[in-house]
């Protein structure tokens, strides 16, 4: 069975983090049936192409049959409003993010049928103040009871995170992926962090999703690998800087 797509819309993913087809086909064909540009981008494509497709993004085959042109705007995502970050991404992180920014997108209509509230909560920090101050004062709204078990720990600051409506997800590697994502966390903006399962270490786990809480404090979006056993001999940003520092103090108190 064939379906007409809009290719439009199939472009406007590559489009968002900067993939070529030939990047998306390295993806597309990974363990299949190689199929060509032809194949995967022509106007009439099969149902079972398609879908196909979709183990990349994840949308539903209705995003690929909706005539609707996509629009490239910085609020579409975060590849249109940030042009350089903190690590020089391969395709599977930009993949990953894509996944995520779109996500996002249909969020603000999921919390109304569910009637959840995703407002800011806390107010925004600055890179001028000091993070140890910060740290302290945010120790005390959200600093869980639970903290000898590193991995209950972890859920337990999920669980507070989400009562400040801030929404965590994670994504899974699995050991067979031919391109695995080179990062470990980012933050969309307005209150989305999203981790990588850190199977082997809950400790790295946590201390990504604290450092991409600090980017939420600032509003400051980033995807990024972090090195931290070099993390004192790196030479970071301001802001990357302020967010090591805030998640030192707000571990150790």
């Excluded at 009871?145 to 009562?163: G, M, T």
């Amino acid at each position: 069975m064939r379906v007409e797509q809009n290719t439009s819309r199939l472009k406007h993913l590559l489009a968002l983090p900067k993939m070529t087809e030939g990047d998306f086909l390295l993806i597309f064909n990974e363990r299949r049936k190689k199929l060509t540009v032809e194949d995967v981008f022509s106007y009439e494509i099969s149902v079972r192409t398609l879908k196909r497709i979709d183990k990349v993004f994840n949308l539903g085959l209705h995003y690929y049959l909706d005539p609707e042109t996509p629009t490239d705007s910085r609020e579409a995502s975060i590849f249109f409003r940030k042009n350089k970050f903190g690590t020089e991404l391969n395709i599977g992180a930009k993949k990953i993010g894509t996944q995520f920014e779109e996500l996002k997108i249909s969020l603000p209509i999921i919390s109304k049928l569910a009637e959840i509230n995703l407002d800011r909560s806390l107010p925004v920090s600055l890179v001028q103040d000091n993070p140890q101050t910060v740290a302290n004062a945010i120790r005390k709204k959200l600093y869980p009871d639970v903290n000898s078990i590193p991995k209950e720990f972890l859920r337990a600051l999920i669980s507070k995170f989400a009562e400040k409506n801030i929404l965590v997800f994670e994504f899974v590697e699995t050991w067979n992926k031919k391109e695995k994502a080179n990062i470990d966390g980012f933050f969309l903006s307005p209150n989305l962090i999203v981790l990588k399962r850190q199977h082997s270490s809950f400790r790295r786990e946590t201390f990504t999703l604290i450092q991409e809480f600090g980017h939420y404090l600032l509003n400051k979006e980033e995807i990024e690998e972090l090195d931290i056993a070099n993390l004192p001999s790196n030479t970071p940003s301001a802001i990357e800087r302020w967010c090591n520092d805030f998640s030192y103090y707000f571990l150790i108190g």
